[in-house]
């Protein structure tokens, strides 16, 4: 007989008044200095924590006293600590390591800033397309590394999507994940619990059934319905009726919820939710494909966007060299030599048509209008969608009302994207402008201070300025911080570096 589906039971706690009072706050765990709870879960509580050998943030999660007794709660915490800390990916929470203190079991992770996307939905409603393909997309490109590890991850749902201010998405809680490629298998049902969430729960899941990767992508589909709907594909007055309702019931068309959505966005989603799985996409990898195509097809605007932007959940967001940036040292250095021609009209068109538009006197390009969202993160969200669409990250930085201390991320972030899209299109002083006033606003931010002093020694080096741009890199170097730099950014500042040696030789 199959279990009726149910999110957890909990055992009876012989010391329910020690858990009642169980807080780590201001203990420590080996290296972990405990700084305050985050919350808690079915099994486990969440506290923030400074890891003292590497100094930097946390989150340790730590088995609950009540089932320390129980050796198959135990082993379920460790499967989760395994299952999850064999994946490397932006999209999924990394996990540092698993141990045991004091007789308390725990687990060491990233610590993800941000909110996770339940609470986003309850704020946004009904999302809009683009971030609902963003978020989709990078949750699609986690499940695409846990299913080439052989992992499925069977509890996808909004609470375990983590949101970043950054606009990352990052999977959490493999606690349930099976482990379909040989390894040790946990009876997690033994422990009182059901595959998944009723609410995003897969046919073959509520039917008690084996489950793959394809499980994992049916419950990507009920929560991308739940995104774009502003409610579950399915709901109940328990979770037993929800289940059957996922065995048994289509749900109502998007299109009809929806009607502002484009039909291949709606059958995408419908697809996902397929009864058979074998009528699902074969792979999260097939999938990422026609989510890239729909945000270029319907986020971005005419004539395109860069595919680079959108890129972050299936890559490291490794920089590409940039028409301007990729040439050898000299024809950089001619470049610019040629540009101050231009500039006192001394050698007008000598061959320019043939380079780089001159860095100097580009105008800016037009800017398309763009709506003003509720949120300065949904105007953030927007612009991640478009690439490199200038008038969405200036939307970003120019965003009203200023909220004292609530938006400074996003606005630095757009700035610092702005900065890269004026280097790409050689608009070097329009680049160097915010570079400077990162500069000038770093006595009071360290971050804007490290990526003014980076910017600065870019721009040196790329105008030949040899010893001022080495000034500017030992001052970064002797900050400690260069880890903490943009990667992008980052690479170009090893650029500049290997430049700079260069002409000294």
Not at 348 to 375: C, N, Q, S, Y
Not at 403 to 413: A, C, S, V, Y
Request: proline share 5%; aromatic share 6%; hydrophobic share 40%.
């Amino acid at each position: 007989m199959t279990t009726p589906p149910s999110e957890s039971v909990q055992p009876a706690a012989a010391n329910g008044a020690a858990a009642a009072d169980f807080d780590l706050t201001d203990r420590t765990l080996g290296e972990f200095k405990i700084l305050r709870r985050l919350g808690k879960g079915g099994m486990a509580e969440v506290y923030l924590a400074e890891q003292t050998t590497l100094n930097r943030q946390v989150a340790i999660k730590v088995l609950r006293p009540e089932f320390l007794a129980d050796p198959s709660y135990v082993k379920r915490f460790q499967h989760e600590a395994r299952a999850a800390g064999g994946l490397n990916h932006p999209n999924i929470v990394q996990v540092y390591t698993v141990d045991k203190q004091d007789g308390l079991y725990f687990i060491a992770q990233e610590y993800v800033r941000g909110s996770n996307l339940r609470d986003f939905m309850r704020k946004k409603g009904q999302l809009e397309l683009p971030i609902a393909l963003h978020i989709m997309k990078q949750v699609a490109a986690a499940l695409q590394v846990a299913g080439q590890a052989g992992i499925v991850h069977r509890d996808i749902k909004p609470e375990n999507i983590l949101l970043t201010k950054k606009g990352e998405a990052k999977v959490a809680d493999f606690g349930l994940a099976q482990l379909t490629q040989g390894g040790d298998r946990v009876a997690l049902t033994q422990v009182g619990v059901t595959m998944g969430t009723p609410l995003y729960m897969s046919p073959e899941q509520a039917a008690g059934k084996q489950v793959d990767h394809r499980s994992d992508l049916y419950s990507l589909g009920a929560m991308s319905y739940h995104m774009l709907a502003g409610k579950p594909p399915f709901q109940g007055e328990n979770a037993l009726a929800v289940a059957v309702q996922h065995l048994n019931d289509k749900p109502k068309p998007l299109k009809e919820l929806r009607p502002d959505l484009p039909q291949p966005v709606c059958d995408c989603i419908h697809k996902l939710m397929a009864k058979r799985k074998e009528d699902r996409y074969p792979d999260a990898q097939t999938l990422l494909g026609e989510l890239k195509a729909f945000q270029r097809q319907f986020c971005a605007r005419e004539g395109g966007a860069d595919e680079a932007a959108f890129s972050a959940a299936s890559t490291t967001g490794s920089f590409s060299r940039r028409k301007l940036l990729d040439r050898p040292a000299r024809q950089q250095f001619l470049v610019f030599a040629l540009a101050a021609v231009v500039v006192t009209g001394a050698a007008a068109g000598i061959g320019w048509a043939m380079r780089v538009k001159d860095p100097f006197l580009t105008p800016p390009p037009a800017e398309p209008a763009v709506d003003r969202r509720e949120t300065i993160e949904a105007q953030y969200f927007e612009a991640i969608c478009r690439g490199n669409d200038e008038a969405a990250w200036l939307a970003v930085v120019n965003y009203e009302p200023v909220e004292p201390g609530g938006n400074k991320l996003e606005r630095k972030l757009a700035e610092l994207r702005l900065a890269m899209i004026y280097l790409q299109q050689g608009r070097l002083n329009a680049a160097e402008q915010i570079f400077q006033k990162f500069r000038n606003e770093g006595v009071t931010d360290p971050w804007k201070k490290l990526h003014g002093l980076a910017g600065e020694a870019i721009m040196k080096s790329l105008r030949g300025d040899r010893v001022g741009s080495n000034l500017a890199i030992d001052t970064v170097d002797r900050l400690g911080d260069a880890t903490k730099i943009d990667a992008k950014l980052r690479v170009l500042l090893d650029e500049a570096r290997d430049r700079n040696s260069r002409r000294k030789s």
